[in-house]
C-alpha cells in the first residue's frame, strides 16, 4: 500500500522559500502522477500543481506561476515543491497526492504559515 509522507513545512516571512518534500513508500511511484493541494483555513481544498510520471509535463495553478515549482525524483520516491516569493495567502495545509489509473493516495498534511 503506497504511503505518503509530507515534510518541510513551517514559518516563514513573506518573501521567503520553503521546498517541501513527499516521501512515498510502499509503492514506486514511477508511474504515478504526482500533485500538491492546498488548503486555508475556512476554504476549499484547491490544486496547485501536477506533475506526469516521467517528470515530463507540469501544470501549475494561476496563483502560484512563477513562484512555484513541482518536481520529481523517482530514484529517491520523492516529489517536491519549490516555493518561492511566499505571500500571507499561500498559508495554508499542504498535501501531496499520488494517481495511477483509479487508485489515489494523499499524506496528512504539512503547514505552510507566511507571516512577518
Known amino acids: 500500500q503506497l504511503q505518503l509522507v509530507e515534510s518541510g513545512g513551517g514559518l516563514v516571512q513573506p518573501g521567503g522559500s520553503l521546498r517541501l518534500s513527499c516521501a512515498a513508500s510502499g509503492i514506486t511511484i514511477n508511474l504515478y502522477t504526482m500533485a500538491w493541494y492546498r488548503q486555508a483555513p475556512g476554504k476549499q481544498r484547491e490544486l496547485v500543481a501536477t506533475i506526469t510520471s516521467g517528470g515530463g509535463i507540469t501544470n501549475y495553478a494561476d496563483s502560484v506561476k512563477g513562484r512555484f515549482t513541482i518536481s520529481r525524483d523517482n530514484a529517491k520516491n520523492t516529489a517536491y515543491l519549490q516555493m518561492n516569493s511566499l505571500k500571507p495567502e499561500d498559508t495554508a495545509v499542504y498535501y501531496c497526492?499520488?494517481?495511477?489509473?483509479?487508485?489515489?493516495?494523499w499524506g496528512q498534511g504539512t503547514q505552510v504559515t507566511v507571516s512577518s
Open positions: 497526492r499520488a494517481d495511477f489509473l483509479t487508485s489515489s493516495s
